[in-house]
């Protein structure tokens, strides 16, 4: 297993270790183990997420304020440029995002620590997206950056419009929204 930072401390790009052959690949998509000795964390995953979109479909940015979870996402099936965004008051990142492309065919696995919030713009026909979380589905407590914020100047690699749902097209402004101390 391969751990790479990014640009925000403590989000980390994650890629197993694939058995390729002529047949195709094989590999663990997570193993307790492996991954507190490659991270150096030790978390427990309450619930396994998936969502299935078409292209141009953006979710996010969410997260929840209360019973924050920490996120491990990766692509099933097709590509998504997923963003993280830094909510915790007091980090010197705070406000700060950074991005990666997950693709169904590289394999790699992008962890979101609680304290950020999440979301991905769909890029390829269509994308599975299976994650698995560490605190309990909370709707109460769930919140939303709206996506366009001019503050955060998150540069996404749209063609047109993005298909988003109300919650997400009324989300918040990052100046007033609920963030972490």
């Known amino acids: 297993m391969k751990v790479e930072k990014t640009d925000l401390p403590g989000v ?4 197993p270790q694939a058995f390729t052959d002529q047949r195709g690949s094989f590999m663990e998509t997570y193993n307790v183990r492996k991954f507190k000795e ?6 427990s995953f309450v619930q396994d997420n998936q969502s299935f979109s ?4 953006l979710r996010g940015l969410h997260y929840q304020i209360r019973q924050p979870q920490g996120k491990l996402v990766q692509v099933v099936v097709g590509d998504i440029y997923d963003v993280v965004v830094d909510l915790r008051r007091r980090s010197p ?8 492309t997950l693709t169904g065919g590289r394999h790699c696995a992008l962890w979101v620590p609680a304290g950020f919030a999440h979301g991905f713009l769909v890029q390829s026909e269509h994308a599975i997206v299976q994650y698995k ?3 309990w589905y909370a709707p109460q407590h769930e919140r939303t950056i709206v996506w366009s914020d001019a503050d955060l100047g998150i540069k996404w690699p749209l063609q047109s419009d993005p298909i988003v749902n109300e919650k997400d097209a009324r989300g918040t402004p990052f100046k007033s929204a609920e963030v972490f101390d």
């Open 38 to 43: 490659a991270t150096g964390l030790d978390v």
């Open 93 to 100: 990142t705070f406000g700060k995002w950074t991005a990666v």
């Open 133 to 135: 979380v560490t605190d």
């Open 12 to 15: 980390l790009l994650i890629e």
């Open 54 to 57: 078409v292209r141009n479909v």
